[in-house]
Nanobody, 114 residues
Framework: QRQLVESGGGLVQAGGSLRLSCAAS????????MGWYRQAPGKEREFVAQ???????SYADSVKGRFAISRDNAKNTVYLQMNSLKPEDTAVYYC????????WGQGTQVTVSS
């Protein structure tokens, strides 16, 4: 059974940092893309960052220079280091993997206070 489990969300003051983790269990294509999306209240889910199994990464303009995505292929885990957080980063953050299917995690809440 394929499953994604996120962790690391929480409450942080503006300017602070958080690190999200997402562990994928089950079998996926060896070439896959793992990514992070977020959804704020009353807004649509939006792309944050993604990284291929080969290490190529891309970011939304709103997080470039502040967030960094990385992965450990041996552990099937993707990370999102979030620095210089802003109140507008407040959202539920979802992990996604595309490779042998399209799978989402249950989400983890990130709240940034001003």
């Amino acid at each position: 059974q394929r499953q994604l489990v996120e962790s690391g969300g929480g409450l942080v003051q503006a300017g602070g940092s958080l690190r999200l983790s997402c562990a994928a269990s089950g079998s996926f294509f060896s070439f896959n893309v793992m990514g992070w999306y977020r959804q704020a209240p009353g807004k649509e889910r939006e792309f944050v960052a993604q990284i291929t199994s080969g290490g190529w990464s891309s970011y939304a303009d709103s997080v470039k220079g502040r967030f960094a995505i990385s992965r450990d292929n041996a552990k099937n885990t993707v990370y999102l280091q979030m620095n210089s957080l802003k109140p507008e980063d407040t959202a539920v953050y979802y992990c996604r993997i595309v490779g042998g299917g399209d799978y989402w995690g249950q989400g983890t809440q990130v709240t940034v206070s001003s």
